[in-house]
Nanobody, 115 residues
Framework: QVRIVESGGGLVQPGGSLRLSCVTT????????LAWYRQAPGKEREKVIE???????PRINIQSGRFALSTDSAKNTIELQINSLKYEDTAVYYC?????????WGQGTQVTVAT
């Protein structure tokens, strides 16, 4: 069976950093695209960063601005590094794995940026 569980959220001051983890069960990373989304109060869910299927590299480690997505195949985890946090980064962050047939979501983890 498939399980997706996010963790690592919390309260952090602006300018700080967080590393979120997504632990997966029953997922072959080669069969799915991987992504992190977020949803803030009053806003629609938006994609933060993604890794398409069949990346030709021994490790997945991509960066987009202040965000970085990486994988650890031994632990079956998908990591999201957030640097230089801003107030507008406050949201519930979700891990997503998908292909043409299925799409799986975790329960989300709350990130709050405040002074």
């Amino acid at each position: 069976q498939v399980r997706i569980v996010e963790s690592g959220g919390g309260l952090v001051q602006p300018g700080g950093s967080l590393r979120l983890s997504c632990v997966t069960t029953g997922i072959d990373f080669g069969d799915y695209g991987l992504a992190w989304y977020r949803q803030a109060p009053g806003k629609e869910r938006e994609k933060v960063i993604e890794a398409p299927r069949n990346i030709n590299a021994p490790r997945i480690n991509i960066q987009s601005g202040r965000f970085a997505l990486s994988t650890d195949s031994a632990k079956n985890t998908i990591e999201l590094q957030i640097n230089s946090l801003k107030y507008e980064d406050t949201a519930v962050y979700y891990c997503n794995v998908k292909n043409q047939r299925r799409s799986y979501w975790g329960q989300g983890t709350q990130v709050t940026v405040a002074t």
